[in-house]
């Protein structure tokens, strides 16, 4: 059912502009997710010569977006990798350890106590005691009151976590090299493997683990999840020799008691663990104070208040500090963060190059300004500036550059549309050299937080679009994590939880969504789907999903679409082409209302066809089935109130 609009609204639509597009019909692509050579992707494309933020926000919640003036939407039962729309209520929003983390993460730098050198350097400092021997060793013999302590850790609290983090990085890093070194060794069999993860143990976990010393500091559980890969890897190994599916077995039905003892047993031999030493015990795998620490009677220290590392030995009673000699006073950075309206800036267009080339591998001609101003900066979004009603946000409705400054160094820009309704995150790129801050995840939280803040002004603005989400690439699904996120359903345009959405995309990447009641024990099927429905959706959506890049943001890849412009296909099968509509597909709508524009001269399709000769009946038929599908594309209020351009081509 079509969104009605209120006569306020309504109004404030029409003085806002008015969107011109030039429909493009379907079109096909090489897919940008599963690296298909074929063409695969298919999509409805738009070129919008002016759009306004009303009907950019109503064509996302439709399943559109839009790459620089260019809009497409993925046709999406046809398409090898469906995309779903997803958003997230802002006010709504928890967010998670990892994601809590990246915030503090950046507090840090920008207090100063957290050293990228030092985290990429750790191994060396390791090696001569600068981390890992301040994390177990005392200061001096100088023993000192527990008041003078207390001051002194907490004034270091910041500072030790840095290091604390510094420290679980390494030792993670030196489990993954040992399970590497297993498979090629062939002591494990050859699957891919997770990463591994360290944990402090904590003095009320200590408590609880009685047999064990009291000298305990880490513990990973990495072996139990490697002897579940085992288990399910097993089932798998197929086309090989009855000797290999023998040796494979024996490694498969590793405990994971005995992948601890092989892992522990490694890591021991490689002796680079500066002041700890390695056990394995009941599966896990435990670092523990090295033995020659607590000989030469120096006591371990108490990292920080948090209890991170347990006080032990002669000098429990009165704990110790951090041995930081050599840590220069604290240089605290400053985090500047500007929006501006999307225009063209010398100093963006070099950090892109930068990004493009380090982080996506683009070969510097193929990283061209023009490219990246139709990309990132050309926008069809008509401007609407402050109203000052709570009906527009201070900065403004359209297309911005969300611009992120250290120092006065520009570090990352974010290329976002705020429309009525919400900030739709397009693009992010930033600068690699600070890939440890996880500027993707950051500036995710930031334009969280942006929507919350102007939610004030603008009560209408509350939700937070990530682009697209593609649940059969696993690079796309961490928008997910931002919880609780909703997807759109391809056939209804009705909002979805996606923790309701995600059992039924385990079973098949296309479902219609809004039919969730009736999937929960099954598989979305054309049978399952109201008839009407389910023809009209068939030749209705049809576009492309556009390449997101990489791990921690939503970004999209500038689309390289190929066929005619026309409304017809050239690549389809002659049978596509030649489909004729069905009375269901050319009564969708009533198309006599949609406005066009024939070689400048304006007016209605209803008018147009009592002006046409007789003799150019066959083309006003073939116009009318191009402006059906249209309208089912965009929505039959859409194709009402945008103008649509013809081009004299259409009637040679």
Known sequence: MAKKIGRNEASSSRSRGESVVLDHGRR????????????????????????????????????????????????????????????????????????????????????????????????????????LGSLVRNKS???????????????????????????????????????????????????????????????????????????????????????AIFRRSQSEENDLSPSEVSRNSQLFELSPKAIAEKLACLLDQQGELSGLSIKACNGYLNFYL???????????????SSGEAPVT??????????????????????????????????????????????????????????????????TPLIYVPPSGDNTVPPCGYGSFHQQYVIDGKLVAVGVVDILPRCLSSKYLFWDPDLAFLS?????????????KENQVHCPRLQYYYLGYYIHSCSKMRYKASYHPSELLCPLRFQWVPFDIARPLLDKKTYVVLSDFPTLQNGVSTPSQIPEKAFEQHCTESSQNKQHEALSDSDEEMEPDFEGSDTGIDENSSPEENNHVASADELTVGDVGNIKIDLNETRLKFKDLQQRVHPSQKSLIDSLEQQLQKYARAVGSELADRMLKLLSFRHWQ
């Open 141 to 227: 013999s100088n023993e000192m009151d527990e008041k003078s302590v207390a001051q002194e850790s907490s004034a270091k609290n910041s500072n030790d976590q840095s290091k604390l983090e510094e420290c679980i990085h390494y030792l993670s890093t030196k489990i993954d090299s040992s399970m590497r070194a297993c498979i090629t060794s062939g002591e494990f069999p050859p699957v891919q493997l997770p990463k591994a993860t360290v944990r402090k143990v904590t003095p009320q976990a200590k408590k609880k683990l009685t047999e064990i010393s009291g000298d305990l500091l880490y513990t990973s559980s990495i072996s139990f999840q490697i002897a």
């Open 439 to 451: 500027l993707g995840k950051y500036s995710a939280l930031q334009e969280i937080d942006w929507v």
């Open 313 to 378: 030995g002669a000098n429990a009673k009165r704990g110790g500090i951090l041995n930081n000699h050599a840590v220069p006073p604290h240089k605290r950075r400053r985090l500047e963060i500007h929006l501006k309206r999307s225009s063209f800036d010398p100093e963006e267009y070099a950090l892109y190059r930068k990004y493009q080339m380090r982080v996506h591998n683009d070969k510097p001609n193929e990283v061209l300004e023009n490219s990246y101003k139709r990309f990132l900066v050309e």
């Open 290 to 304: 090295s033995t020659t620490e607590t000989a030469s009677g120096k006591a371990p220290v108490t990292v920080n």
């Open 28 to 131: 096909r692509s090489s897919c940008g997710y599963c690296k298909s050579k074929a063409p695969t992707s298919i999509t409805h494309g738009l070129s919008a010569y002016s759009l306004t933020v009303d009907d950019y926000q109503d064509l996302l919640d439709r399943g559109w977006r839009r790459s620089g003036s260019f809009l497409y939407k993925p046709e999406m039962e046809k398409t090898c990798c469906p995309s779903y729309t997803i958003r997230l209520k802002a006010e709504d929003f928890v967010p998670s350890k990892e994601q809590a983390r990246v915030s503090k993460r950046m507090q840090r730098y920008l207090d100063g106590q957290f050293d990228a050198k030092k985290s990429d350097h750790v191994k060396d400092e390791l090696n001569s005691s600068n981390v």
